[in-house]
Antibody
Framework: VQLQESGPGLMKPSGALSLTCDVS?????????WGWVRQPPGKGLEWIAE???????HYNPSLKSRVTISVDRSKNLFSLNLSSVIAADTAVYYC??????????WGQGTLVTVSS | QSALTQPRSVSGSPGQSVTISCTGT?????????VTWYQQHPGKAPKVMIY???KRPSGVPDRFSASKSGNTASLTISGLQAEDEADYYC??????????FGTGTEVTVL
């Protein structure tokens, strides 16, 4: 299974970030849980949220109010939306597949820069 | 939900051993046997080196080992090699069906 993120690259503050993760080389049913992790430039990793194929969602409490996550089994993809972005949301965003209680497959990451 | 604490950097000569600590709380590291260690080379996505505290995925060299005691997990790299130079992050399952990462440790091979 390979994961590929797609996103806007550059966006302005206060906008809504929309990211998609395409799952290829296998079915999205290869795992029950899929999620997102981000990494600001030069900084550490931060878990954002996860979603199950049945639609159960878990959020990082610090981001919960701004995050929407969804899955489309028919298209073999899942998505992340982050509202009201600020400069601190500038990061490489990774989509991940869950293997039990860890992330066993990662996308290459997509850099999202929030700047006016 | 605070980040787990790791040393900023560790270093060692080829062939030596280095150990990275990962300190959390009784709510995360101390409460679950779900600590994962990731290796990240510059510009690359992280890679799982250890999961469930001490299990190695297939393909990961056996010179990578890990353990946990109380609220602190540890990763040991024995027989350090040049390709081990990277950033390492621990990650623990945490209350509320969440995950918390460590602050990250830069491993330098002298």
């Amino acid at each position: 299974v390979q994961l590929q993120e797609s996103g806007p690259g550059l966006m302005k503050p206060s906008g809504a970030l929309s990211l998609t993760c395409d799952v290829s080389g296998g079915s999205i049913s290869s795992s029950n849980w899929w999620g997102w992790v981000r990494q600001p430039p030069g900084k550490g990793l931060e878990w954002i949220a996860e979603i199950s194929l049945s639609g159960t969602i878990h959020y990082n409490p610090s981001l919960k109010s701004r995050v929407t996550i969804s899955v489309d089994r028919s298209k073999n993809l899942f998505s992340l939306n982050l509202s009201s972005v600020i400069a601190a949301d500038t990061a490489v965003y990774y989509c991940v597949r869950h293997g039990s209680y860890y992330f066993d497959c990662w996308g290459q990451g997509t850099l999202v820069t929030v700047s006016s | 939900q605070s980040a787990l604490t790791q040393p900023r950097s560790v270093s060692g000569s080829p062939g030596q051993s280095v150990t990275i600590s990962c300190t959390g709380t009784s709510s995360d590291v101390g409460n679950y046997n779900y600590v994962t260690w990731y290796q990240q080379h510059p510009g690359k996505a992280p890679k799982v080196m250890i999961y469930d505290v001490s299990k190695r995925p297939s393909g990961v060299p056996d010179r990578f080992s890990a353990s946990k005691s109380g609220n602190t997990a540890s990763l040991t790299i024995s027989g350090l090699q040049a390709e081990d130079e990277a950033d390492y992050y621990c990650c623990s399952y945490a209350p509320g069906y969440t995950y918390v990462f460590g602050t990250g440790t830069e491993v330098t091979v002298l």
